[in-house]
């Protein structure tokens, strides 16, 4: 003889489905009206006077190869394709003897000049100056090796492309750090919806074997 299987009830336990859903949409509104999700940054860009920058460029003596610069993207083509070329090689022998100045015509087009800061930070070069209608690029003597101090990584002011790499890696750390002081500083929050959880699994281990 084969038994009638009884449907079983479905079991609710309303506190517990309270406490595990409400109370961390409350913890997540108070903590988004007290600004803790709030991101804020911004970046210092400085430009030299022109007497400092001149003062800069005569008391460091290089010999210069001049590139000039008078015209469209297109026409310009095969003297940007040199001027990357000979920059690549000063940067990579670290040639403190020479350097590159690049002169910009009065009829030279903005897409030249946008395309000569993309090489800049394309070569990573690390020391570059604009006086009047001139860029002058070079090197600087690298200094010694020295494992107590904190490596220096150069910053172009205003130019996210050249930055990108460094201050996502700054973000990244800075994000990571933020979030290890909340826990430090709510650990108490965490640890009570913890204990709620727990709670709520006994009570409803409970609540079913009474059923």
Not at 101 to 109: F, V
Not at 131 to 152: G, Q, S
Request: hydrophobic share 40%; net charge positive; proline share 3%.
């Amino acid at each position: 003889m084969i038994n009638k299987r009884e449907k079983r009830k479905r079991i609710f336990y309303v506190p517990g489905i309270i406490s595990l859903v409400f109370i961390p949409l409350l913890c997540l509104y108070s903590w988004y009206k007290a600004g803790v999700f709030k991101s804020e940054g911004c970046i210092d860009i400085y430009f030299p006077e022109k007497f400092i920058a001149k003062s800069n460029l005569q008391s460091i003596k290089r010999n210069y190869q001049v590139f000039s610069f008078n015209s469209s993207e297109i026409l310009e083509s095969k003297g940007l394709k040199n001027l990357q070329a000979v920059l690549r090689k000063l940067n990579r022998e670290n040639d403190t003897i020479n350097g590159v100045q690049i002169h910009m015509g009065n009829k030279m087009a903005y897409e030249v000049y946008v395309r000569i800061l993309d090489i800049l930070a394309i070569e990573q070069m690390p020391t570059y100056q604009q006086y009047n209608n001139d860029f002058f690029v070079l090197m600087l003597p690298k200094p010694k090796a020295d494992k107590n101090l904190r490596e220096i990584t150069p910053i172009t002011c205003g130019y996210w492309e050249a930055n990108k790499e460094f201050i996502l890696k700054e973000r990244k750390e800075k994000q990571f750090q933020y979030v290890l002081a909340l826990y430090k500083k709510y650990w108490y929050l965490f640890l009570a919806y913890l204990g709620i959880v727990v709670l709520n699994i006994f009570a409803l281990v409970k609540f079913n074997k009474t059923k």
